[in-house]
């Protein structure tokens, strides 16, 4: 069925696991990652951004999700990820989401607050929970002073107010990540004690870590074997994401390393078959490697298999 965070977070809460919230575009994407879910017996966010619903239109995402659920019987959490204003958050709890995210980070303090209880507000009315976020991930990062970081990365003491002040269900946090396949341009660093700080002051309330793909070499190395150009991409290292989950960490952000697997394993094989046009020959294996992707993610990197 389709379910909220509510069950899912209680339980991440009290343990060292993650929940993956996982990026969907189209069907092949959406199958892969299922699949993989379905085999580890994980709890599961697919996630919809802006982009998303423009590029594969809200009533195909919708319908492909109820699909899924129906094909392998899994409870599943269909999200908004970076919803920018109230319309957009309300249109998807009318069309049947079980979560919003309401991004309003780049707003000051007091309006993010307006904005994100106008949000809760209806959501909760709906039976939807909310999921918000307070600082702001940076681009590309390196060398960031402490006083940089005391503007952008949450401040627990406001995180604290802004959580009691708006109901929020969920609180996206910035300690260090980043979107995209460029997150670090020296050595990878994350604020754990930031995050233990925020923890401590709010621990009921689930944290998540958006720009949390690794951007395993592996993959981009494919990419540029056959024909990419992607140097010098950088993600958080694996282990970094295992140790925020045991900081209060509930919800892991993926989008960046299912696209990397999908685009090296197209590349290889046009580049290996030139002479093949059927779309199934590429998307087949394309869908395969989003699913050995999100399986390990699942297993040996949000340690949520079976939870
Ligand atoms: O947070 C960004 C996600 O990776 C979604 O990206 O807006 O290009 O769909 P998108
Ligand atoms: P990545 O770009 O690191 O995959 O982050 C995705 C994300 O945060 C979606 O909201
Ligand atoms: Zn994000």
Do not use: W
Request: with cysteine; aromatic share 6%; hydrophobic share 40%.
């Amino acid at each position: 069925a389709l379910v909220t965070t509510k069950e899912m977070f209680e339980k991440a809460l009290k343990s060292d696991f993650a929940v993956g919230a996982f990026n969907v575009n189209n069907m092949e994407i959406i199958q892969g990652i299922v699949e993989a879910a379905a085999e580890e017996k994980a709890p599961l966010i697919l996630q919809v951004s802006a982009g998303a619903r423009k590029y594969a239109k809200p009533a195909y995402l919708m319908k492909l999700v109820e699909a899924a659920i129906l094909d392998t019987g899994l409870d599943i959490c269909l999200h908004l990820d970076h919803g920018e204003d109230f319309e957009i958050c309300k249109k998807c709890v009318d069309d049947g989401f079980t979560s919003v995210m309401i991004d309003g980070s780049k707003h000051p303090f007091e309006e993010n607050i307006r904005l994100t209880k106008e949000v809760v507000e209806y959501a909760h009315a709906h039976g939807v929970v909310v999921e918000a976020e307070l600082g702001k991930l940076a681009g590309v990062e390196d060398n960031i002073k402490v006083d940089q970081k005391a503007a952008t990365y949450t401040d627990p003491e406001e995180a604290a107010e802004f959580v009691e002040r708006t109901g929020v269900d969920s609180l996206a946090i910035a300690i260090g990540t980043s979107h995209g396949a460029y997150k670090f341009s020296g050595d990878p660093s994350l604020d754990f004690e930031r995050l233990k700080k925020i923890h401590e002051m709010i621990p009921n309330t689930p944290l998540v870590l958006h720009g949390a793909s690794t951007v395993l070499p592996e993959f981009v190395d494919k990419c540029n074997a056959y024909g990419g150009s992607i140097p010098g991409a950088k993600g958080v290292p694996e282990d970094m994401i295992t140790e925020a989950a045991k900081h209060g960490i509930c919800k892991v952000n993926i989008d960046t390393d299912l696209r990397l697997a999908m685009t090296a394993e197209v590349r290889k094989y046009l580049q290996e078959n030139p002479s093949d046009f059927d779309p199934r020959k590429y998307l087949g294996p394309a869908r395969d490697a989003i699913k050995a992707m999100v399986q390990h993610k699942i297993k040996n990197v949000l340690k949520a298999s079976g939870q």
